[in-house]
């Protein structure tokens, strides 16, 4: 919310992350691969979850926010 860069292992242990992996590449793909195996209609039921109650405008909204605040330049540094 403050704007502030944290590290992999702070965003971890303040619960914005899950896990932190030496390899996204392959988990990336690990992830795909499972998606793919359970059929083309996999990945329609994902596009439905996250438009379900507006998700998706909601993610796009916050996305768009985040890019007109960046594009406003850094805030100060945190005195905490």
């Given amino acids: ?3 502030r ?6 965003a971890l242990r303040l619960g914005l992350l899950y896990r932190v992996d030496d390899e ?3 988990i990336a793909a690990d ?3 499972s998606v793919l195996a359970h059929g083309p209609g996999a990945l ?8 379900a109650g507006g998700l998706l405008d909601r993610l796009h909204a916050e996305r768009d926010a985040n890019r007109e605040a960046w594009a406003q330049g ?3 540094p945190d005195p905490g």
């Fill in 24 to 26: 996204p590449g392959q």
């Fill in 31 to 33: 992830l795909a691969e």
């Fill in 1 to 3: 919310m403050t704007g």
């Fill in 5 to 10: 860069w944290v590290e992999a292992a702070e």
């Fill in 44 to 51: 329609a039921k994902v596009k439905m979850v996250t438009s």
């Fill in 74 to 76: 850094p805030l100060p």
